[in-house]
């Protein structure tokens, strides 16, 4: 089976876990004999586009404006021609093979006109991994005006990327309640979990020591420092566990609240927290596996329920998981439910306290570590995320 996949963020460069998933996803394709071809835009190119293979996958980049880590306003301009980018560069190409399915990935939104041309290219079906309801949270956050220009605009385009899909895969049960009762669509409808390759990886402790924190207990936190997580959350929590010099909260990663954070540990003297720029995916794996806890946190004004990808990456090392999350969401339940860690509401500054506290002692993270990764083995496997889009493309053959 030929398999076309669609994704704004790709390796080897990228440090986004939505890449690494991808990646991961289109590695199992390949391995189970299926010919896999991505596509991605890249803004550092000489050309308007090239082809070249990486494990197996056939990248296909195409020329870009950046969409990472810019202005927003110059963001959104960027994202809105990727469609239009990526078809004009690679129309010829992709009008050379058919493709028995097109996958695609949200975030972005703006993916909906380059999949309908390509549904209608190979009369193939189609694959939405929904993973950001955006622009929702962000009207959520107050970020964008309800009923303003610009959420006309980005709803436009989010109703585009809707109607491209033949099937939407939603992270939880919970999202997918949502959607139905807030997004009309005659996609079809069903939870597609986030996934993970079951490859654990180890390291000599080189950034323990590189760090200073060879005896302390690292609450560790990857990914985007952003508006959606609500990163003073975790500062909050690191200043109150300054009472215990063996805790140490290091946080890794870039976004739009880099600077606050800054600030806050200038201004707090925070002693025992440490933010570093982002890394690639070969050195963020070696840090998973040297340091303790796995963090992180979700704004509490979303309506939606986010599975943020980065509790993968800390299942695969067997860390136990500490978070914060908006009401309602089902990660609770699907955390605790396994024991494989500690959830609060965003909110609960003293009960979130006293989870990390709990998690000072070695063998509650031991244990709950372990429960982690069978909780990983049993529910995200990269395997059951293939079956589930593979399927698709089965039934529309038949």
């Known amino acids: 089976m030929k398999i076309c996949i669609v994704i704004d963020d790709y390796l080897p460069h990228s440090i986004k876990v939505g890449a690494k998933m991808v990646h991961e996803l289109a590695c199992e394709l390949v391995k189970r004999g299926h010919h896999v071809s991505v596509i991605t ?7 308007s586009y090239q082809v070249e293979k990486l494990d197996g996958v056939n990248v296909h980049r195409f020329k870009s404006g950046k969409i990472k880590n810019i202005s927003k306003v110059r963001r959104a301009v960027n994202e809105t021609l990727l469609s239009y980018l990526a078809w004009i560069a690679l129309k010829e190409e992709v009008s050379k093979e058919q493709h028995d399915i097109v996958v695609y990935y949200s975030p972005t939104i703006f993916w909906g006109h380059l999949v309908t041309k390509l549904k209608k290219l190979w009369g193939a079906p189609s694959y939405l991994v929904l993973r950001d309801i955006f622009p929702q949270w962000a009207v959520d956050r107050g970020l964008i005006k309800k009923g303003s220009l610009i959420e006309k605009y980005f709803r436009y385009f989010e109703r585009k990327n809707y109607e491209a899909a033949d099937t939407i895969g939603l992270m939880s049960q919970k999202n997918l309640e949502w959607f139905k009762e807030n997004v009309r669509t005659d996609a079809k409808l069903e939870v597609l979990p986030n996934w993970a390759a079951l490859t654990p990886v180890s390291s000599d402790g080189a950034y323990r020591k590189k760090l200073g924190l060879e005896n302390r207990v690292v609450y560790f936190y990857g990914g985007n420092i952003g508006q959606a997580q609500d990163m003073m959350n975790i500062v909050r929590l690191a200043k109150r566990m300054q009472k215990y010099p063996e805790a140490y909260f290091l946080l890794v990663g870039a976004g739009d609240e880099v600077d606050l954070v800054k600030r806050a540990i200038a201004e707090e003297k925070i002693k025992n927290l440490t ?8 050195v963020f794996k070696k840090m998973l596996s040297e340091f303790d806890i796995g963090l992180f946190t979700l704004h509490k004004d979303h309506t939606t329920h986010n599975f943020p990808g980065k509790l993968l990456g800390y299942m695969v090392q067997s860390m136990p998981i500490l978070g914060s999350i908006n009401s309602g969401n089902d990660l609770k339940d699907t955390v605790e439910g396994a024991g494989a860690g500690f959830v609060t509401v965003n909110g609960e500054d003293d009960l979130f306290f006293d989870n990390a506290r709990k998690l000072l002692d070695r063998e509650k993270r031991e244990d709950m570590g372990k429960k ?8 995200f496997s990269v395997e059951s995320a293939a079956n589930k889009i593979l399927g698709k493309a089965v039934k529309k053959r038949e």
């Open 41 to 47: 835009p890249s803004p550092n190119l000489n050309t």
């Open 275 to 282: 933010l570093l720029p982002p890394v690639s995916q070969d």
């Open 372 to 379: 982690a990764f069978d909780l990983l083995k049993n529910s």
